[in-house]
């Protein structure tokens, strides 16, 4: 069975212009809470990504929210197209040492493929090769399980504070 990256990839890759500042970027990137941003030109082609790294750093340590997008975007960005086998793309992962590749169209964005959905797909085939059903996590929204399962670690069932409480902010 063949999978190409089109089966597993997410439509909702977050872009922003190159000429858009550093302060734009890390509200854009908060509310639609990702880890990074494709930089792209005046017509949508993609020239960049900006990590949530190189924004906090630019915000925390040099504190220049007027600078651009442009002055901080990584040129390395690793991508592949909606047709290509996922077999072909599973190395980038490993090469890049990366967790979400762009998936693009004539230079445009058009998705991402996450290791996440990497993962997902490896623990629906080997349920389907042991033809057991996969493991369901039941939560509700906003909330996390209360039970650990091999799919969530007790650790990451921790409440934490949340960056917006008061307790975090009297701190």
């Keep these: 069975m063949t999978v190409l990256v089109r089966d597993l990839m997410t439509h909702e890759a977050v ?5 858009s500042t550093i302060q734009a970027a890390a509200e854009l990137l908060t509310h639609e809470c990702v880890g990074e941003l494709y930089a792209t030109d005046d017509v949508g082609r993609l020239v960049g990504v900006i990590p949530d790294y190189e924004i906090l750093k630019a915000l925390y340590m040099e504190a220049a929210p007027d600078r651009t997008v442009a002055d901080y975007v990584s040129c390395q960005i690793p ?7 996922l077999d072909a ?12 590749i762009a998936v ?33 996590v039941k939560t509700t929204a906003g909330e996390h399980s209360t039970e650990p399962t091999p799919i969530r670690s007790p650790r990451f069932l921790q409440k934490r504070p949340s960056v917006f409480s008061s307790d975090a902010l009297s701190r």
């Design 15 to 19: 872009c922003i212009s190159l000429d």
């Design 79 to 85: 991508c592949c197209t909606a047709d290509e086998d």
């Design 104 to 136: 693009v169209r004539d230079r445009k964005v058009i998705g991402q493929i996450h290791r996440r959905d990497l993962l997902r797909w490896i623990l629906v085939k080997c349920a389907m090769e042991q033809k057991t059903a996969p493991m369901q």
């Design 89 to 100: 793309v599973l190395p980038l992962f490993r090469e890049q040492r990366c967790r979400v």
